[in-house]
């Protein structure tokens, strides 16, 4: 387990300008280390707000975006094109404007796929899907992830892993059909806590005064179970990413001296 950093920014603006500035230099880092990277999106309002920022960035083209496999930490389990569906929102906020390769474009499965209304057998094909990119020297049975962000719910919910729900304690899949979701809608599919931690940096963002509970729970040990964002971890890095407010009840010794 990485020991969490925590990054403040002024305002959640400014960090998703800073953390799509982060995610364009990890990128090409990674490019230039290992020929391609590998990226987990997040849904929700920080990690869209990311992408959107990315789209505006001019470094934006350092990135060789067909060298980029996307993956998704979790999503809505509605039809394709849904509005509500993570990967909708991504496509609007960055990539329909960059030249992404299709065939690395992994979005999970949607209702109306070949999975029908089955979540948990659309999960199953998006563990076989990673299962195939993964290499003999990856963990737990997918890619080893260059960076996986994860948006932390106000809740302290991470993907689609709910505080009590059974999702989080799952110790062997690595993708879940998951029911009766208390965030609508109730049908979704998530990664599970092995396989984000498989992940070489896992990201947290958390902006807003409604996550301040929650990233001050998570970064005060309590339990995943109770917190699943204290459950979500990277193998070399755990970066927390947030906002003054989201810092706001964070213990002081945990609040970096000003990082604007
Ligand atoms: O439903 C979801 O919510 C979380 C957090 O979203 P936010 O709008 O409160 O930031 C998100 O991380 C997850 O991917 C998404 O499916």
Redesign the pocket.
């Known amino acids: 387990m990485t020991a969490p950093q925590v990054v403040v920014h002024r305002d959640k603006e400014l960090m998703a300008k800073a953390a799509a500035a982060r995610l364009i230099t990890r990128i090409v880092d990674a490019q230039a280390a290992r020929g391609s990277a590998s990226v987990v999106l997040?849904?929700?309002?920080?990690?869209n707000a990311l992408l959107a920022a990315l789209a505006e960035a001019p470094a934006r083209d350092a990135v060789d975006w067909g060298r980029l496999d996307l993956w998704w930490?979790?999503?809505?389990y509605l039809p394709e094109g849904d509005p509500e569906r993570?990967v909708t929102q991504a496509r609007q906020a960055l990539l329909d404007a960059v030249p992404v390769d299709p065939a690395r474009v992994h979005p999970m499965p949607a209702s109306d796929g070949g999975h029908g209304s089955d979540a948990d057998a659309a999960a199953e094909g998006y563990a076989a899907e990673l299962a195939k990119a993964a290499g003999p020297e990856d963990h737990a049975g997918v890619p080893s992830f260059d960076v996986l962000m994860?948006?932390?719910?106000?809740d302290a919910?991470?993907?689609?892993l709910f505080p009590e729900h059974p999702g989080v304690r799952e110790t062997e899949r690595t993708v879940i059909g998951v029911h009766g979701s208390p965030?609508p809608p109730p049908t979704?599919i998530s990664l599970t806590l092995p396989a984000i931690r498989a992940a070489r940096e896992v990201w947290l963002?958390?902006a807003g005064e409604?996550?301040a509970n929650a990233a001050a729970m998570a970064l005060s040990g309590a339990g995943e179970i109770q917190a699943p964002a204290a459950g979500a971890y990277g193998r070399g890095r755990t970066l927390w990413l947030l906002d003054r407010t989201a810092a706001a009840q964070l213990p002081r010794e945990l609040y970096p001296p000003a990082s604007a």
């Open positions: 997040t849904g929700g309002r920080n990690g930490g979790d999503e809505r993570n994860l948006g932390v719910g106000p919910h991470v993907a689609s965030k979704r963002l958390a409604d996550k």
